[in-house]
């Protein structure tokens, strides 16, 4: 529940370096445990367009305030967790998601 865009503009000059993960609230389960339950119970990682980020915003962005760097994605998405294909599926997706923003 953090504003991505403004932490990019506030802290242009301190970003080195970007992890791509995205992530799912559930609202039933925010509603029932609270902000101030640290994320337990209704925040999901997911990966890269299946949550709630706007990923053309975040990378517009960076762009915005001079980033042209790595960009890794961030694997915590358990849909895809349990064998090597599923992982290699989840990379490829994330992946797709990026890439049209990403030269």
Same mark, same amino acid.
């Given at each position: 529940m953090i504003d991505y865009e403004r932490a990019v503009y506030e802290f242009k000059d301190r970003i080195f370096h970007v992890h791509a993960k995205d992530m799912e609230i559930n609202r039933d389960g925010l509603y029932a445990h609270g902000v101030m339950s640290a994320g337990m119970g209704w925040q999901i990682p997911r990966l890269p367009g299946?949550? +709630?980020?706007?990923?053309?915003?975040?990378?517009?962005?960076?762009?915005?305030?001079?980033?042209?760097?790595?960009?890794?994605?961030?694997?915590?998405?358990?849909?895809?967790?349990?064998?090597? +294909?599923?992982?290699?599926?989840?990379?490829?997706?994330?992946?797709?998601?990026?890439?049209?923003?990403?030269?």
């Amino acid at each position: 529940m953090i504003d991505y865009e403004r932490a990019v503009y506030e802290f242009k000059d301190r970003i080195f370096h970007v992890h791509a993960k995205d992530m799912e609230i559930n609202r039933d389960g925010l509603y029932a445990h609270g902000v101030m339950s640290a994320g337990m119970g209704w925040q999901i990682p997911r990966l890269p367009g299946l949550g +709630e980020v706007r990923w053309d915003r975040f990378i517009a962005a960076l762009y915005a305030v001079g980033y042209d760097f790595v960009v890794s994605i961030e694997h915590e998405d358990r849909q895809f967790e349990g064998n090597e +294909e599923l992982v290699k599926r989840g990379f490829l997706l994330a992946r797709n998601v990026l890439r049209p923003y990403l030269v």
